[in-house]
């Protein structure tokens, strides 16, 4: 069978409903992976009173907006963030049906338009949880950064990029990241500019992507990230910080007045060693923000675009 035999408008079709019911299970990615919890078992539970949630009051979007944004259980209001994960989750696999599967010739083998369908949508929704995981917790998971990195290597020749590229392409965006940004910063300034989740991240983006989605990935987001903090640090006046930092450092000070004598003095020094338990500092040169969701969004816009984009940068710089 060949990808032409499909009229676009079921796959269309097909691809919104896969969206939202996926963007539905990265909710729960991302609600349970930073808490140490098993993402697949049990089923869905009412985060305030812990009740399980009726398959109908499941619905991607649809039972949010029937529910007016409360649980059925006991009222407890549900975050606006769980119908926007989904509808992202929806337009993700649009654009990728879209602009990556739909722009394969009408000969293309259907076995193989399926196979890219499903890597660069699973990419782009492992992406997702990334970006809300960090900017709750500043931190990447594992799972997500080197278990997408390996799907990456594995899938390179099928993708057209070639296993070789993939390799060199993952090596230079942790080794980059690393040693600019996680070492070198660290030894010129005393803390890291970047975490090593950020050049995990970038390995993942290597593996997919080569070098040059690495340096678009780069550029991008640091020009997003300084925009937006830029946007943000004018407005508001300082950069929010995220729930999940502050929460660990009055944990951590709590615990550090309930010891006395040499532990409480070792537990000191190491806090004054981590950047992010040092008091919140206002200025815009050192906020903290978190880099990966920047990274993630280049990523995903090179994903769909790159080539594109690349050219009409380069047109730009030579007109
Ligand atoms: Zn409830």
């Avoid at 696999?93 to 602009?99: D, P, T, W």
């Avoid at 799972?143 to 990029?161: C, D, I, K, M, N």
Wanted: aromatic share 10%; charged share 15%.
């Amino acid at each position: 069978m060949l990808l032409g035999d499909l009229p676009p408008a079921f796959l269309l079709g097909l691809a919104a409903v896969l969206g939202l019911l996926f963007g539905s299970f990265s909710n729960v990615v991302i609600y349970r992976l930073p808490r140490g919890e098993n993402v697949a078992f049990p089923a869905s539970h009412c985060t305030a009173c812990n009740q399980p949630i009726a398959p109908y009051d499941n619905l991607p979007v649809l039972s949010f907006l029937l529910l007016r944004g409360r649980a059925r259980c006991c009222k407890a209001k549900i975050s606006w963030r769980y119908p926007v994960v989904e509808l992202l989750g929806c337009l993700w696999a649009l654009a990728v049906m879209r602009l990556l599967v739909l722009e394969l010739p009408a000969e293309e083998p259907l076995w193989r338009a399926a196979a890219l369908f499903v890597l660069y949508f699973a990419l782009g929704l492992g992406l997702l949880c990334a970006i809300f995981i960090d900017l709750d917790y500043m931190i990447l998971p594992d799972p997500l950064t080197l278990g997408g990195a390996a799907l990456g290597l594995v899938t390179a020749s099928l993708r057209g990029l070639g296993f070789v590229p993939a390799l060199l392409g993952a090596a230079i965006g942790f080794g980059v990241v690393w040693l600019l940004f996680v070492e070198g910063y660290r030894r010129l300034r005393g803390y890291p500019g970047m975490g090593l989740g950020d050049a995990k991240l970038l390995l993942l983006t290597g593996a997919w992507f080569g070098w040059q989605g690495v340096l678009f990935a780069l550029l991008a987001g640091s020009l997003l990230g300084t925009l937006l903090a830029i946007v943000v640090y004018v407005t508001r006046g300082q950069l929010p910080e995220p729930q999940g930092v502050i929460a660990e450092r009055e944990e951590l000070m709590a615990e550090l007045a309930s010891l006395e004598g040499p532990e409480r003095a070792e537990l000191e020094a190491e806090l004054a060693r981590d950047p992010l338990f040092a008091a919140p500092q206002t200025g815009l040169a050192r906020a903290r923000l978190a880099f990966g969701p920047f990274l993630s969004v280049a990523t995903m816009a090179y994903a769909l675009i790159g080539p594109e984009l690349v050219t009409a940068y380069l047109q730009l710089g030579m007109s």
